[in-house]
């Protein structure tokens, strides 16, 4: 009896590591602590039992359901641990980056000859820049 509790104690340890969401947490709690799991089956048989195994054995029972809950809870509180964690690395900000804000407009005048150049660009004409005042060395020698 007592090694049939301390190999479900491992599989459910083993199980309770494993599970890694919430959902597959609470799965693993009713198959070892719902009402068709093992412990509850032996501790429902413990009436049948001897008066002095009943006291053993249920102590052993009652040890192992508790340690159990305990690894649920810890293991529950990890998994919304790392949730929060996970949650917050989606939604982080980094707020060295500096602010660029689109501060002001184009003169109308210099939007018009834009628009200008633009279609004399899709006639076929090429744009040439150069500087808006040509020193002497380029107009006399």
């Known amino acids: 009896m007592k090694t049939k509790i301390q190999n479900l104690l491992k599989i ?3 199980d309770i590591t494993e599970a890694n969401n919430s959902q597959m947490l609470a799965e693993v ?3 070892h602590l719902g009402k068709n799991s093992l412990l509850s089956i032996l501790l429902k048989g413990l009436a049948k039992l001897e008066p002095r195994l009943r006291a053993e054995t249920g102590k052993i029972v009652n040890e192992t359901k508790n340690s159990l809950n305990m690894l649920i809870m810890e293991k529950q509180k990890q998994l919304e641990k790392d949730l929060v964690i996970q949650n917050l690395n989606k939604e982080a900000i980094d707020v060295t980056l ?3 804000r689109k501060i002001g407009h184009l003169h109308p005048i210099t939007q018009t000859s834009r628009n200008i150049e633009n279609i004399f660009v899709r006639m076929g004409f090429v744009s ?3 500087p808006e005042v040509e020193n002497e060395y380029n107009n006399s020698d």
Do not use: H
Request: net charge positive.
């Open 98 to 100: 500096p602010i660029r």
């Open 12 to 14: 459910a340890t083993f």
């Open 29 to 31: 709690k009713a198959k």
């Open 128 to 130: 040439i820049e150069g």
